[in-house]
């Protein structure tokens, strides 16, 4: 099992940026991909991007592709979420999360790991 801390949310007026990180420790040589998702209030939790643990391989939803970028440091560890441009509606909790033998990273359930989530909340 892998742990996974987030920090990095906050409060950020539109058009602003905030940069999301994510620690994993434990089992992590038998992680595959990792990712993020966000949870809005009275939402479902959405898929935001992700990037897979070996390769460099990276993959956004629509709705932030062009304005996202995720990385990973592997010497510590980390994943991080750069989000720049922001929008009102990306106000949510953003989970970090990481499994093995993923098949369809945008598929939630396909993760065994999460992190514990920190809110981003942009005002207009």
């Known amino acids: 099992q892998v742990q996974l801390v987030e920090s990095g949310g906050g409060l950020v007026q539109a058009g602003g940026s905030l940069r999301l990180s994510c620690e994993a420790s434990?089992?992590?040589?038998?992680?595959?991909?990792m990712g993020w998702f966000r949870q809005a209030p009275r939402k479902e939790r959405e898929f935001v991007a992700a990037i897979s643990w070996s390769g460099n391989i990276p993959y956004y939803a629509d709705s932030v592709k062009g304005r996202f970028t995720i990385s990973r440091d592997k010497a510590k560890n980390t994943l991080f979420l750069q989000m720049d441009a922001l929008k009102p509606e990306d106000t949510a909790v953003y989970y970090c999360?990481?499994?093995?033998?993923?098949?369809?990273?945008?598929?939630?359930?396909?993760?065994?790991?999460w992190g514990q989530g920190t809110q981003v909340t942009v005002s207009s």
């Open positions: 434990g089992r992590t040589f038998s992680s595959n991909a």
């Open positions: 999360a990481s499994g093995p033998r993923i098949t369809s990273v945008r598929v939630a359930t396909q993760y065994n790991s």
